[in-house]
Nanobody, 131 residues
Framework: QVQLVESGGGSVQAGGSLRLSCLAP????????VGWFRQAPGKEREGVAA????????YLADSVKGRFTISQDNAKKTIDLLMTNLEPDDSAMYYC????????????????????????WGKGTLVTIAS
């Protein structure tokens, strides 16, 4: 069983930055998609970013475009989510997950399906943004 591990969460003031990291030992050799998701108390899980096609393609939700960047470090086997200009609404538990999908299925799963089809998940890292 593959276990993804998130790190980098914390508490910052609005306008600040955080870099989340996801250790994904299965990507890209055995899976072709890694997504970042977040879930705030009382809200549905939301897909915020994805990287696929061996890093050639990325997806960012409209709510984070221009503020978040997703990238991969092949040597470290990590997928990083750089979050800048953070807002209180960004506060949530952030999870990374991986899966294997044909064509642009990664984007569909992350953007429209809340990651329900992902194969492997991490336990999450908490992000709190103070106003």
């Amino acid at each position: 069983q593959v276990q993804l591990v998130e790190s980098g969460g914390g508490s910052v003031q609005a306008g600040g930055s955080l870099r989340l990291s996801c250790l994904a030992p299965d990507y890209p050799d055995y899976t072709n998609c890694v997504g970042w998701f977040r879930q705030a108390p009382g809200k549905e899980r939301e897909g915020v970013a994805a990287i696929y096609h061996a890093g050639l393609s990325t997806y960012l939700a409209d709510s984070v475009k221009g503020r978040f960047t997703i990238s991969q470090d092949n040597a470290k086997k990590t997928i990083d989510l750089l979050m800048t200009n953070l807002e209180p609404d960004d506060s949530a538990m952030y999870y990374c997950a991986s899966g294997d999908f044909p064509r642009d299925g990664c984007r569909l799963v992350v953007a429209d399906r809340g990651g329900v089809d992902m194969d492997y998940w991490g336990k999450g890292t908490l992000v709190t943004i103070a106003s």
